[in-house]
């Protein structure tokens, strides 16, 4: 890091290299793929004005002088290469696509994860800024500053002298076509002013799509609670120190959250500054748009349909600084907002914020990094703190607010389980007969009733009764669930669809079971058990098409559906007040997954879903079945209840030295040998151990094992795991290893820092 950084910003050059020095300019480059370090090349006379640290050039690379794309990251009279310097070809971008605070977070990222550089700036810019996507190149007109300045002195023929003064009065410049249109007259007059040189030319890339969001309609601000108006004062504390803090909210469901970040960022606006807000994905829904729409004229809302150009567009819009509020999902931290005054994290433990590929970063880690580099407060919010913030909260590193009532002083629901052991089993389906005599109390009241599920498909196993083999996919480790849409057999990892069999495919035997509850099983069962009732699924099956969550939301908000019934989808942050029961049909699904964060992720679930009733004056109740009602995870949910929970779970981490308690690196090595995905796993993990050394307090190294999921799309996949009190240490030793060794032909590896995945 430190030897990298030099290339960056010191630009003194040893006092030997003074004279060689002279009138040199050294740009230090990365290429997006391929080699991993920092280049230098010279910068030639004819580009010194044009290239700015942040921006693309084209420069000339290995023996055969190709021309690649790469990143200048650096300025500088001198290099440190003892090489000789190429010239640099060419200038890609007229304007840096990256600030110096941004560079430095990319480069962060870079040697936290384990990522090349390159990998890290070609993922914080998106595609479409990357291509210009959406704009053109177009000849722009404008009044030079001297001639609008005396324009009434001008003797011109009235009609140029109108052109003239509305293309001075234009915000914006334009195209000679569209001058021509807005002042009604020909070409001939504009090219006349311009050859007497009172209208200037300018070559650029503009946007196509320079149109204004439609306005949202204004919503008045809420007159806070005293617990919103402590939590306000604590952030408002934070934003007047101009310093960086790191604020937990641990708000429950329903307690105003959204709220105090809206006052929140009222203030930062006002300041004049930028507020960047990140939710999960599934959040980005009309209900949030519109929420924070409705309350600032500038709101970039980044969501993961939009097209190449309509990103480009909010870019631009962002990078200008045009741009209040920026509200996105995990990408959203690299909006590049020019004067940053606060970020909000919102349902901080969902895991949605670690992207699953290279770079694996978490958006709240990358926050705290920005947050600190730019000196703004980072505001986390959640009910259900992950263990990694509570854990920060309670050693001093954040600081705790507590948001532990709901607004208007609704109550927390009830919420009471139903002991799956004790329910007579056997062909009586999903519901319980409590569940079932709830759910007809609250449907006949007019309530509305949420069912959770965490399992799509019919039956999730087919299973042969005679040689008990369950069908599994072909190129991954994992049984196939039965879908009933065409009767299809689907792996939820790889999305192999193939017809489901009717008869065993290792034994030959007919009269294969279809066994398991998915969500379409229990919704037939719901349409069976309740005919006189609208509904609706949501699942990823059921909401592929774009904008069918959108949909379906709207119609459970109108009242047009009685009963949602779901996976996780719908346990997140929805705010419906009709709904006065939640039914939670399993909740020990991810319990007993191999899994260390299992029980955290039940906890979670549970909690949050619950957290969907009760929201309006009708009340509301919630019914959980499981199989173990005295589970730790389930009790601490049952009561909503955070501080039990981690009480429970924190020493199992202590004991084990799992985050947040130390640190820990997951490898994956993967390929379609297995004998050769073996070999190299034990090549690797002997080498990190070597590197770590002996002292087993500074690091340890499991492993390696075929990973829970053994096979994955046709590769098999071995794993290991670094354990540690400092993540630089282990850090340094993949490095150490990494360097040393190169997996064979077909063989891959991957190191996942602060691994959120353990499958
Ligand atoms: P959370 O994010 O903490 O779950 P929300 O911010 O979604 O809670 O607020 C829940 C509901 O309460 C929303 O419908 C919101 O409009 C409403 N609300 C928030 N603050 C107040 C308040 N001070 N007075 C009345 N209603 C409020
Ligand atoms: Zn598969």
């Not at 007019?446 to 039956?459: A, D, K, Y």
Request: proline fraction near 6%.
């Amino acid at each position: 890091m430190t030897s990298r950084q030099q290339t960056l910003f010191d630009t003194s050059p040893a006092p030997w290299e003074l004279d060689a020095a002279e009138d040199q300019l050294v740009a230090s480059v990365v290429f997006p793929s391929g080699a991993k370090e920092p280049f230098d090349y010279l910068v030639p006379m004819a580009l010194r004005g044009g290239l700015t640290v942040g921006a693309r050039v084209l420069v000339p690379f290995g023996r055969s002088n190709r021309a690649l794309l790469a990143y200048c990251v650096g300025l500088a009279d001198h290099s440190k290469s003892s090489h000789r310097l190429k010239n640099i070809k060419s200038v890609v971008d007229a304007r840096s696509l990256l600030s110096p605070a941004m560079l430095r977070m990319t480069e962060w990222i870079a040697d936290h994860y384990l990522c090349p550089w390159g990998q890290v700036l070609e993922s914080v810019l998106p595609a479409g800024v990357r291509s210009g996507a959406g704009t053109r190149e177009a000849t722009l007109l404008s009044v030079p500053t001297e001639v609008a300045m005396r324009m009434t002195e001008l003797k011109l023929p009235p009609r140029q002298h109108e052109i003239l003064r509305h293309l001075a009065g234009c915000r914006d410049a334009i195209t000679t076509k569209e001058l021509a249109v807005a002042v009604g007259c020909t070409e001939g007059p504009i090219r006349a002013l311009r050859q007497k040189g009172f209208i200037e030319e300018r070559r650029q890339r503009i946007s196509n799509l320079a149109r204004a969001d439609t306005p949202e309609e204004r919503e008045p601000a809420l007159k806070l609670n005293p617990d919103q108006q402590a939590a306000l004062a604590t952030i408002d504390t934070a934003l007047e120190s101009g310093q960086h803090r790191t604020l937990l909210i641990h708000g429950v469901t329903g307690s105003g959250k959204t709220e105090v970040y809206i006052r929140a960022i009222e203030k930062v606006v006002s300041f004049g500054r930028q507020a960047i807000v990140l939710v999960p994905e599934i959040s980005l829904t009309p209900q949030t748009r519109q929420r924070f729409r409705s309350r600032f004229d500038q709101v970039a809302v980044l969501h993961s349909h939009l097209t190449d150009a309509e990103r480009h567009w909010q870019w631009q819009r962002i990078a200008a600084g045009e741009v209040q509020v920026v509200v996105g999902a995990r990408s959203a931290i690299f909006a590049p907002t020019p004067a940053l005054g606060l970020i909000v994290l919102d349902e901080e433990h969902e895991s949605s914020f670690k992207q699953s590929t290279a770079p694996r970063y978490h958006a709240r880690d990358v926050a705290l990094f920005r947050a600190r580099a730019e000196d703004v407060p980072l505001v986390l919010g959640t009910a259900t703190p992950s263990l990694e913030s509570w854990h920060r909260a309670k050693t001093g590193k954040y600081e705790l607010i507590d948001m532990p009532r709901r607004v208007m002083d609704r109550p927390l629901p009830e919420v009471v389980t139903v002991d799956l052991r004790t329910q007579t089993r056997g062909g009586r389906g999903a519901i319980s007969r409590p569940l079932r005599i709830a759910m007809e109390e609250a449907l006949s009241a007019g309530g509305q009733v949420m069912l959770l599920l965490n399992r799509r498909g019919f039956s999730t196993h087919i299973q042969c009764p005679a040689c008990g083999e369950a069908v599994r996919c072909a190129d991954c480790d994992v049984a196939l669930t039965h879908h009933r849409e065409n009767e299809q057999a689907v792996c939820h990892y790889c999305d192999f669809h193939g017809p489901a069999p009717q008869s065993c495919p290792s034994c030959g035997r007919d009269g294969i079971r279809y066994g398991g509850l998915g969500t379409q099983r229990l919704e037939a069962e719901i349409r069976a058990g309740f005919p006189d009732h609208v509904c609706l699924r949501m699942d990823t099956d059921s909401m592929k098409r774009r904008g069918s969550h959108e949909d379906a939301l709207g119609k459970f908000k109108r009242g047009e559906v009685d009963i949602l019934l779901g996976t996780q989808m719908i346990a997140k942050g929805l705010d419906f007040p009709n709904v006065t029961l939640v039914g939670v049909i399993n909740a020990d699904v991810g319990l007993h997954m191999p899994d260390f964060r299992a029980a955290e992720r039940t906890f979670q679930l549970v909690t949050q879903v619950a957290g969907r009733t009760g929201r309006g004056p009708k009340g509301g109740r919630v019914i959980v079945q499981t199989f173990s009602p005295d589970h730790p995870a389930i009790q601490a949910a049952v009561r909503h209840d955070m501080t039990m929970f981690a009480t429970a779970e924190l020493p199992h981490r202590e004991a084990l030295q799992y985050p947040p308690c130390g640190s820990l690196i997951r490898l994956i090595i993967r390929g379609p040998q297995e004998a050769a995905v073996k070999q190299f796993a034990g090549q690797l993990t002997a080498g990190i151990g070597h590197a770590l050394g002996d002292d087993a307090a500074a690091g340890k190294i499991l492993g390696p094992a075929p990973a829970p999921i053994t096979k994955l799309r046709g590769n098999f996949r071995y794993q290991a795991q670094l354990h540690g009190p400092n993540a630089d240490v282990l850090r340094g030793a993949v490095r150490q290893a990494a360097a040393d060794l190169k997996p064979p032909e077909g063989v891959q590896w991957i190191a996942d820092v602060d691994p959120l995945e353990m499958l």
